[in-house]
T-cell receptor, first 111, second 113 residues
Framework: NAGVTQTPKFRILKIGQSMTLQCAQD?????MYWYRQDPGMGLKLIYYSVGAGITDKGEVPNGYNVSRSTTEDFPLRLELAAPSQTSVYFC??????????FGEGSRLTVL | QQQVKQSPQSLIVQKGGISIINCAYENTAFDYFPWYQQFPGKGPALLIA?????SEKKEGRFTISFNKSAKQFSLHIMDSQPGDSATYFC????????????FGTGTRLTVIP
């Protein structure tokens, strides 16, 4: 099993550009999450999903969108990138919400 | 409002020493307390977890101590090694479900040879 796979690992965007961070899991988990991690600030929940077709906002959803068309995939869309979105983004999945399995992260820089 | 408060933010320990990271919570509904370990350039991974019906859980050099009355729990790393250098997150969960796991802000541990 590959677990949780995120692409790309690194990306540089210009202000105002858009992009999608991809996330896929092969553990048949119902729950999927997107977090961002800023230095010294811990993990902030952006969006989460309880299953295909169902998503909900986390703590810091502004500037982001998600979709969940399949159990396996949970892409995160950044519209009109801003320098404040420079961060490391982690996708995670979980069967029951107690233990999360994280991907290796996508480091995004907005210049 | 931070559901789980973690300290210190950073910690430097000599090789062979004991590393101690503390967490506190207010919500008495929390019933599961995991610790995650994150190496540089990697995602966090579950290290060890405890439920409030026990006061201590040990796995190798890693021990969770839990004080239910004080609403505090801590991670002790005995005989700390340079390979333990990582960021550690405590967390707390009040039930199963998609958005019921709350993380502390993390502690960056550096173990110097």
């Amino acid at each position: 099993n590959a677990g949780v796979t995120q692409t790309p690992k690194f990306r540089i965007l210009k202000i105002g550009q858009s992009m999608t961070l991809q996330c896929a899991q092969d553990m048949n988990h119902n729950y999927m999450y997107w977090y961002r991690q800023d230095p010294g600030m811990g993990l902030k929940l952006i969006y989460y999903s309880v299953g295909a077709g169902i998503t909900d906002k986390g703590e810091v959803p502004n500037g982001y969108n998600v979709s969940r068309s399949t159990t396996e995939d949970f892409p995160l869309r950044l519209e009109l990138a801003a320098p404040s979105q420079t961060s490391v983004y982690f996708c995670a999945s979980s069967q029951e919400g107690r233990e999360l399995f994280f991907g290796e992260g996508s480091r995004l820089t907005v210049l | 409002q931070q559901q789980v408060k973690q300290s210190p933010q950073s910690l430097i320990v000599q090789k062979g020493g004991i590393s101690i990271i503390n967490c506190a919570y207010e919500n008495t509904a929390f019933d599961y307390f995991p610790w995650y370990q994150q190496f540089p350039g990697k995602g966090p991974a579950l290290l060890i977890a405890i439920r409030p019906d026990v006061s201590e859980k040990k796995e190798g050099r890693f021990t969770i101590s839990f004080n239910k009355s004080a609403k505090q729990f801590s991670l002790h790393i005995m005989d700390s090694q340079p390979g333990d250098s990582a960021t550690y997150f405590c967390a707390a969960s009040k039930q199963t479900g998609a958005n019921n796991l709350f993380f502390g802000t993390g502690t960056r541990l550096t173990v110097i040879p």
